[in-house]
């Protein structure tokens, strides 16, 4: 036990030193907010498995890792680049081990906000977002990067703006000389009637592990529309807990899609606040799990005010001795009239000793509503297989492409054509279909 | 072209085929019939080589070879078409996709090139309106959402791409009215050639007025107990099949 609480006293430790550096500074809003914090993840430490919400997602063994606080890594322009997407104009904000790297990010859209949350904090804490809509009092990995989160992307679409061109946020976690933990912190706030798309990808150059503790605050104004595609595509010796806070107004959208593909532990905290009537949340997840990855989705649609819509479809092609987690809540308050939820999970266990935990957590206080939850897993299915083998197709062949169609209604929630192509080529790789995407006719 | 000797199966330790002998010449249509129960679709799968039934005894020559020893892929390779009693629905994958995919192997088992994406969509024009089928249609994911009707004609569609020796036609009539009964049946009977064969299995004698049978098998308790030409079906039609029965002594 005592090796576990070493990770926690660095980091106390951590605070300590840079409270010193700060000298005058120490009495600002912003630093006794973050201080708050620490206490905070002092009081409550890393989550064990004796926690409800932790119960599968076991942290413990990462602690038993010697981090060390990520520092900055100047990577080459061709370490950078292979990570940039291909066929995509977008706007590019690169972080390396957290921190920004503006001689390789690109602007191209000029009527938008973008830098770094450093930068931003320039601007004093009270007119700042800053730990604005995320809490931290029960939430010990948000405690810990309100504490410590020293940059991440920061992006304002002003009110009206239709952004054509992407924003891709590309984190790069260099894990080549050490195990660096760090804590990103993005700030994204989408004005009323604007709309983005913002896509978030996570990649490690090294052979060390790594841990990443980052922190989303989105807000979406009234009648704005925000679609996040997030990739994980971390090493497999890597560990990530994603906690992301959005906060929706009147006639809002938010969609997110994330398609995890690597990571030896990922853990994503997805909350919605549903706060403006007629907005719509959609939560859209993809798992491709193998070796002994664990990939945890919990997700948070809080209906506050009638009239909204959250719609969630995680699927999940678990492999080897991979673990898979879906823990979907959806909280009804007892004004949120007229709400429809709906919830979703599939799985497919490739091997005996895969397994998902899945789990509904429906909370409602309102009674005229409609929500509805689901949730399977199974092999692949038998006559499907036997239909196409009977039709010429080996067998191998034939559960590869059922398995890429299984994930297919996940990845046509993509509307980014050459995003979705390349996530499909991936995964069909990885599922080792060589068949024929799709075949255009005329 | 295929030699059944003394066919033997059970699922789940219940014997369903009791020692099936029937032989199918190139050139020849055959329809099996008989009553609810009697072991006509187990017959189609097992000759497909579904996984659930065990052969518990006799034997399947195909062109000489040991048809039950193969997987259902090395099966369809060698020129055996099952079409589907209830073909399944598969979202996400389009029937155009999935069968270049099929075609491509059948072609590089039988030691032909492999199809490019002209030469396919041109094979998949001629074949779909031989079919009456859209373009459009083969796009879709395959039989999700589609009528009964859609699912009979897209299975006899992949029947003409696929230009199998052997072809079983596991009910493919139920469930057609009758402009669907006539699609599907003109289209057997323009694929029928000297060099390939079909087994029709049947409840009624309805399909067998478009697709004449040169023979007519009465499939009862596991055993065929009966054969003989065409006017057999008219004459299980007229009297149903409690004659037949009789006949055995039951």
Not at chain 1, 112 to 123: G, I, P, Q, R, Y
Not at chain 1, 428 to 437: K, M, Q, V, Y
Request: contains cysteine.
């Amino acid at each position: 036990m005592t090796d576990t609480l070493e990770l926690k006293q660095r980091l106390l430790a951590e605070f300590s030193t840079r409270e010193q550096l700060l000298n005058g500074s120490r009495e600002t809003p912003l630093h006794i907010l973050r201080q708050d914090a620490m206490n905070r993840f002092d009081e409550l430490g890393f989550p064990t498995i004796r926690h409800e919400e932790w119960k599968y997602a076991n942290i413990m063994p990462a602690l038993l890792i010697p981090f060390s606080s990520a520092q900055p890594s100047n990577l080459t322009s061709d370490e950078v680049c292979n990570f940039y997407l291909e066929g995509i104009e977008a706007n590019i904000l690169v972080f390396v081990n957290g921190y920004f790297a503006p001689e390789h990010s690109k602007f191209i859209s000029s009527e938008v906000m973008m830098s770094n949350f450093e930068a931003s904090l320039k601007t004093p804490i009270e007119n700042s977002r800053f730990a604005k809509i995320s809490g931290y009092k029960n939430e010990s990995f948000t405690a810990l990067n309100t504490a410590l989160s020293n940059d991440g992307a920061w992006i304002s679409i002003p009110d009206g703006v239709i952004l054509t061109n992407p924003i891709h946020i590309l984190m790069i976690t260099d894990s080549r000389e050490y195990s660096p933990i760090l804590h990103p912190r993005h700030t994204i706030h989408c004005g009323d009637r604007s709309e983005a798309t913002i896509i978030y990808s996570s990649h490690t150059i090294g052979e060390n592990s790594g841990f990443t503790n980052s922190v989303s605050e989105i807000s979406v104004g009234q009648n704005a529309k925000l679609h996040q595609y997030i990739i994980q595509n971390d090493s497999d010796l890597s560990y990530a807990v994603n906690s992301s806070y959005v906060h929706q107004e009147r006639n809002s959208t938010y969609s997110v899609v994330t398609v995890s593909l690597s990571g030896k532990f990922v853990r994503n905290n997805h909350t919605s606040k549903l706060a403006g009537e007629n907005s719509v949340a959609n939560f859209y997840g993809l798992v491709i799990g193998g070796s002994k990855q664990l990939i945890d989705n919990h997700t948070l649609a809080d209906h506050s005010v009638p009239h909204c819509q959250s719609n969630e479809l995680y699927k999940y092609i678990l492999d080897d001795r991979s673990t898979g987690v879906f823990n979907g809540k959806i909280i009804v308050r007892p004004d949120a009239q007229k709400t429809n939820a709906y919830q979703s999970n599939k799985t497919i266990l490739l091997s005996d000793t895969a397994t998902i935990n899945t789990k509904p957590q429906l909370e409602i206080f309102a009674d005229d509503v409609k929500c509805s939850h689901g949730a399977t897993s199974g092999q692949l299915d038998e006559e499907s297989l036997f239909y196409l083998r009977s039709r010429g197709i080996p067998a191998d062949k034939a559960r590869a492409l059922l398995l890429h169609a299984f994930a297919s209604d996940v990845l046509n929630h993509i509307a980014i054509a050459p995003l979705r192509d390349s996530l499909d080529k991936s995964i069909a790789t990885r599922l080792h279909d060589e068949s024929e995407i799709a075949l255009l006719v005329e | 072209m295929l030699s059944i000797n003394n066919l033997q199966a059970s699922v789940e330790g219940k014997e369903i085929l009791k020692g099936i002998n029937l032989t199918v010449n190139p050139g020849e249509v055959h329809a099996i019939m008989g009553p609810n129960g009697s072991g006509k679709s187990t017959l189609a799968s097992v000759l497909a080589g579904r996984a659930d039934y065990e052969i518990t005894g006799g034997e399947v020559l195909f062109e000489d070879k040991d048809l039950l020893e193969m997987s259902p892929e090395e099966r369809s390779h060698e020129g055996v078409f099952l079409a589907f009693q209830y073909p399944v629905e598969i979202p996400g994958v389009s029937t155009a996709n999935f069968l270049k995919t099929a075609l491509n192997e059948v072609r590089k088992h039988r030691g032909e090139e492999q199809l490019d994406a002209m030469d396919f969509l041109k094979l998949m024009k001629e074949k779909a309106k031989l079919m009456d089928i859209e373009l459009s249609f083969l796009q879709r994911s395959l039989n999700e959402g589609f009528s009964g009707g859609e699912k009979k004609r897209n299975e006899i569609f992949q029947m003409a791409m696929l230009n199998p020796k052997l072809s079983i036609l596991d009910e493919t009539d139920s469930g057609l009215d009758i402009d669907a009964l006539k699609i599907v049946s003109n289209g057997v009977n323009s694929l029928r050639s000297e060099n390939n064969a079909t087994i029709l299995i049947t409840h009624y004698q309805r399909l067998l007025d478009y697709i004449i049978p040169d023979f007519v098998h009465v499939l009862y308790k596991g055993k065929i107990v009966k054969s003989g030409g065409k006017e057999l079906a008219l004459e299980l039609e007229a009297r149903g099949y409690d004659w037949v029965k009789d006949e055995v002594g039951e």
